[in-house]
């Protein structure tokens, strides 16, 4: 019933952009947090961002602060990771994973990943390579 859809990967030199989307349906989009993941071969994955359209509040890692925003379009459903000044550390699969009654704030990431793998839905994931 729940589903998410990642969308906006892809192939990009150094200091390039792209945004990300991901679609959900399937659930009222406004009671969920929705973060973005990322995770690269023999590496544990990594909570990048996420919003809580709830209260409005915003979490980013600190790796991706100042280059990375997320943003959602309610009526679409629809939440957005537009990725900016990108290098090749930033090579990954990205996924979007949807929370239920779920605060977005500064917390480790192996508590992000604790909670989400444990009460979250996924996507499949949409791959970012940042190559010269």
């Known amino acids: 019933e729940v589903q998410l859809a990642e969308s906006g990967g892809g192939l990009v030199q150094p200091g390039g952009s792209l945004r990300l989307s991901c679609a959900a349906s399937?659930?009222?989009?406004?009671?969920?947090?929705i973060a973005w993941f990322r995770q690269a071969p023999g590496k544990e994955r990594e909570g990048v961002s996420c919003?809580?359209?709830?209260?409005?509040?915003?979490y980013y890692a600190d790796s991706v602060k100042g280059r990375f925003t997320i943003s959602s379009d309610n009526a679409k459903n629809t939440v957005y990771l537009q990725m900016n000044s990108l290098n090749p550390e930033d090579t990954d699969v990205y996924y979007c994973?949807?929370?239920?009654?779920?605060?977005?704030?500064?917390?480790?990431?192996?508590?992000?990943?604790?909670?989400?793998?444990?009460?979250?839905?996924w996507g499949h994931g949409t791959q970012v390579t940042v190559s010269s």
């Open positions: 994973a949807a929370h239920p009654a779920f605060t977005c704030k500064y917390y480790s990431s192996s508590y992000y990943n604790t909670q989400f793998l444990s009460g979250g839905s």
């Open positions: 919003i809580s359209s709830s209260d409005g509040n915003i």
């Open positions: 399937g659930f009222t989009f406004d009671d969920y947090a």
